[in-house]
């Protein structure tokens, strides 16, 4: 009986500390610390791989034609932009390069939340503010995400800084 109690309690302490090890994991994926938000980019492309799955959606995008200046007045940002500094990250968002970019997409709740109830399907158009991944190149969180039906999501950045650490100024 004393021990089966010990096997018990060495089981509970080993699914504990599972829990607190994969904590951190979890917040570094979350967070927008892996992520430069110095320099907001720019994607207008079309979807070429979807997989919608939680914690984050993501999507490969192909961008074919060569990069333009950014036009802030084609792009409709949605009301709730203006607490996520979008009008901001538009005016100063660089154009990527052609290619394709994983983009991640934020929690498909806020997406239904925001209106984007069904996932987006290859060969749809889209337009994104993203930030780039500071340890995967060709990967981007997105910070706004419209798509061709009129559908838009915001995701604010709770952390602006560089891949450096330094506060963006």
Do not use: K
């Amino acid at each position: 009986m004393a021990r089966m109690r010990h096997t018990g309690r060495r089981a509970v302490l080993a699914l504990v500390l599972a829990a607190l090890l994969s904590v951190p994991a979890a917040e570094a994926h979350h967070g927008w610390s892996s992520y430069n938000t110095q320099i907001p980019l720019y994607l207008e492309g079309t979807v070429s791989e979807v997989q919608w799955r939680n914690p984050h959606p993501e999507l490969v995008v192909v961008i074919e034609a060569p990069a333009r200046a950014v036009d802030p007045s084609r792009v409709a940002l949605p009301s709730d932009a203006t607490g996520a500094q979008l009008g901001d990250a538009l005016a100063r968002a660089q154009p990527v390069a052609p290619g394709r970019y994983t983009l991640h997409l934020p929690p498909i709740a806020r997406l239904e939340r925001a209106g984007v109830s069904a996932p987006p399907r290859a060969g749809e158009q889209l337009v994104a503010i993203a930030y780039a991944s500071c340890s995967e190149v060709g990967t981007a969180r997105a910070a706004f995400v419209g798509f061709a039906n009129g559908t838009s999501a915001v995701q604010q950045i709770t952390q602006a800084r560089g891949c450096n650490g330094a506060a963006r100024s």
